[in-house]
């Protein structure tokens, strides 16, 4: 399986934005896989469940949680073999660890990125 690495994450104020990217390594035949796979984008609140934020399909087909429909935005780009996570009208209730997961619903995931929404 690929080893996933997030980064992106800091410190921003409510209405501000920020773009965190999962990066994937390994293999030949594991960046294949994760190049079809859907990979999810996860985040984890402190004293809450992880619960899935947005998934993005090798197609391109995405999903998204209602708590962030319209401002958030997943994407990949297979040649970088990167997912990405842009995160708009950021409020206080997105902070969180973010964690990349690929294939989605499966037990690989990033060491995760710290997201901060803060006056």
């Known amino acids: 399986q690929v080893q996933l690495v997030e980064s992106g994450g800091g410190l921003v104020q409510p209405g501000g934005s920020l773009r965190l990217s999962c990066a994937a390594s390994?293999?030949?035949?594991?960046?294949?896989?994760?190049?079809?796979?859907?990979v999810g984008w996860y985040r984890q609140a402190p004293g809450k469940q992880r619960e899935l934020v947005a998934s993005?399909?090798?197609?391109?087909?995405?999903n998204y949680a209602d708590s962030v429909k319209g401002r958030f935005t997943i994407s990949r780009s297979n040649a970088k073999n990167t997912v990405y996570l842009q995160m708009d009208t950021l409020n206080p209730k997105d902070t969180a660890v973010y964690y990349c997961?690929?294939?989605?619903?499966?037990?690989?995931w990033g060491q995760g990125t710290q997201v901060t929404v803060s006056p």
């Open positions: 993005i399909t090798n197609n391109g087909n995405t």
């Open positions: 390994g293999s030949i035949s594991s960046l294949s896989r994760f190049r079809v796979n859907a």
């Open positions: 997961n690929a294939p989605v619903g499966s037990t690989n």
